[in-house]
């Protein structure tokens, strides 16, 4: 059993989202009644969808990062903590013994809880993701060495995430455009319940009328609101504060070309990036109709939701701009955060990603998602600081090469997410009486939220409807 697991991971890890997750696709296509041919062809679409994004944002961050390097470098300023990027941290996720367990778990779990409509979430077919949960498991382990311990936080994880996707299905769903689908990635779900309580207190102190977002942007101000010119403005603010020493005398040639192609760059993911989720969206196509057509057949009524990897919310027009627009908000912050050693890095141009749940939420509002991803975010860097030492060791022990003595690593994308660290140290805890309130916490919001689902889901629509009609 160990080494199928150990196989397991090494497919995973070789062959990454772009081949796994189109298999798991084509065959829940097929399990739905597909014809072959489209269960295929939705396979290929989600793979070259997958791939373009790797592409759009590989090439983003080649050019962006350097620009970040070198206001970092402008600033002074010496934090240990060196955030690699969830590519990275990913990789050393399947490879730690508690990793190659997890796939296994997390699998059957995931299928169990699903057939017996525990949850109306088929998680399983985002199965990449879970090396979030690997991720804190392994700290677990390496503090403890207490491998039932790192299991158990990891499946309690997985529970409280679960819970979270299904209360969110609905209108993440309902926001990008994807139906019966949503989005269940642990390191960006975790955000929650932070995100419904931010988006009614911002809603009463007046964010629900500062209309900005991308479309009312592009109505009042034609070419000047279009996120493509949106990017524009943004890039290059990133390239003059990255390269403001030099714009002038000796080097300027150099530097405003710098400033010009950061510019131009990040106007072209705005462009691109939506075309490419365009495709991968087509991918689902085929298992919505057979999703209807099965629901339809069994007479059951039940209305589930497909995961779907979180990279097909990244390209929607206000994602982006708030994703973007947080770049240097969220570098600032960590150079003035007490307490904070990280340097965000290559998991900055993960933002758009990470502010899913906020914009789907607020309905697209991009002051209150702004506001609330600063604030949360905030928070995480601090918490990631407390953990790099650790996770430094077990990335170390996974075979991860130190790029210089004296610095940690870590993700600022993985690891500054508040909620789920806080499971983790209940946990790490050992403390019987805590993890039992975690536990029993769990039930009690599941039973609740059960008893309440239509209500709660009719409030998320409700919050986001009074949004769009100011």
Excluded at 71 to 79: I, Q, S, Y
Excluded at 161 to 168: K, P
Excluded at 224 to 252: D, K, Q, S, T
Excluded at 349 to 370: H, Q, R, T
């Amino acid at each position: 059993m160990t080494e199928f697991l150990q196989t397991l991971s090494d497919v995973f890890s070789t062959f990454g989202a772009t081949v796994f997750v189109p298999i798991i696709l084509f065959i829940i296509g097929m399990c739905m009644g597909a014809p072959a041919k489209k269960a295929f062809q939705s396979a290929l679409l989600c793979a070259v969808g997958l791939t373009g994004f790797n592409f759009v944002v590989n090439s983003y961050s080649a050019i962006i990062a350097p620009v970040v390097n070198q206001m970092v470098t402008n600033a002074g300023v010496n934090l240990p903590g060196l955030d690699t990027g969830w590519q990275s941290v990913s990789v050393i996720a399947y490879s730690t013994k508690v990793g190659v367990l997890f796939i296994g778990v997390a699998i059957v779990l995931q299928i169990v809880l699903f057939l017996a409509k525990w949850t109306d979430v088929f998680m399983a077919s985002d199965l990449w993701n879970n090396y979030s949960f690997m991720v804190w498991g392994s700290l677990i382990y390496a503090l403890t060495e207490n491998m039932l311990l790192a299991m158990a936080c990891m499946v309690v994880q997985l529970l409280y995430i679960l819970l979270f996707s299904e209360a969110c299905a609905k209108r993440w769903s309902t926001y990008y455009e994807y139906d019966n689908c949503c989005m269940t990635a642990p390191h960006h779900l975790e955000s929650l319940p932070f995100a419904v309580i931010m988006n009614w207190l911002l809603g009463k102190i007046g964010f629900n009328k500062i209309k900005l977002n991308a479309e009312t942007l592009q109505k009042k101000l034609g070419l000047l609101g279009e996120p493509m010119f949106i990017g524009l403005i943004v890039g290059a603010i990133i390239g003059v504060i990255g390269n403001y020493n030099m714009l002038f005398g000796e080097g300027a040639l150099t530097a405003w070309g710098t400033v010009t192609s950061a510019a131009v760059s990040t106007a072209a993911i705005m462009a691109v990036f939506p075309k490419v989720a365009g495709i991968f969206a087509n991918a689902f196509t085929t298992m919505s109709d057979a999703y209807k057509a099965k629901a339809v057949e069994a007479g059951k009524g039940r209305e589930w939701y497909l995961s779907v990897n979180d990279a097909c919310g990244y390209g929607e027009p206000n994602t982006l701009v708030t994703g973007i627009i947080l770049i240097p908000i969220i570098l600032l912050l960590s150079f003035v955060l007490p307490g904070n050693t990280i340097l965000p890095m290559a998991d900055l141009c993960a933002l758009p990603y990470m502010v899913e749940v906020f914009i789907c939420v607020s309905n697209g509002n991009i002051a209150k998602s702004v506001v609330s991803g600063a604030i949360w975010f905030s928070l995480g860097l601090i918490i990631a600081s407390q953990l790099a030492p650790t996770f430094t060791e077990v990335a170390v022990e996974a075979g991860f090469q130190l790029p210089q003595a004296g610095v940690y690593i870590t993700s600022f994308g993985i690891l500054c997410h508040p909620l789920i660290a806080g499971l983790f140290y209940c946990f790490l805890s050992k403390n019987p009486i805590i993890i039992g309130a975690v536990v029993i916490l769990y039930f009690v919001l599941y039973f609740l939220f059960r008893k309440n689902k239509a209500r709660f889901v009719d409030y998320l629509e409700r919050s986001a409807a009074e949004y769009s009609a100011y």
